[in-house]
């Protein structure tokens, strides 16, 4: 599985941004897909994660339940992040990956990952 992230950019304070990560790789539809994020002199953390079956199930980090949407488009083979009323500490570089199976918080347990997009949000 191949993956490629895109949308990041500058944003103001409670603003909105729509993450992509476009997918290649015969198997998309049958990983679990999630964000992570780094920020600047931080371990790369949970963002969301979403798995292909089960109706699609999501989970979220508390920082970002209520703000941050995950889905996915498996006919496009494309995952997204929509994002709204951004927080100058959420500014990070976003992270998107796959794995087998179930969907995690554990970054160890994604085997796929994209090269990342920067998202700055301004106070």
């Known amino acids: 599985v191949q993956l490629q992230a895109s949308g990041g950019g500058l944003v103001q304070a409670g603003g909105s941004l729509r993450l992509s990560c476009a997918a290649s790789?015969?198997?998309?539809?049958?990983?679990?897909m999630g964000w992570f994020r780094q920020a600047p002199g931080k371990e790369r953390e949970f963002v969301a994660a979403?798995?292909?079956?089960?109706?699609?199930?999501?989970d979220y980090a508390d920082s970002v339940k209520g703000r941050f949407i995950i889905s996915r488009d498996i006919a496009k083979n494309t995952l997204y992040l929509q994002m709204t009323s951004l927080k100058p500490e959420d500014t990070a570089v976003y992270y998107c990956?796959?794995?087998?199976?179930?969907?995690?918080?554990?970054?160890?347990?994604?085997?796929?990952w994209g090269q990342g997009t920067l998202v700055t949000v301004s106070s």
């Open positions: 790789g015969r198997f998309f539809s049958l990983t679990a």
């Open positions: 979403i798995t292909s079956w089960s109706g699609g199930s999501t």
């Open positions: 990956a796959a794995k087998r199976l179930t969907a995690a918080t554990n970054d160890n347990e994604y085997n796929y």
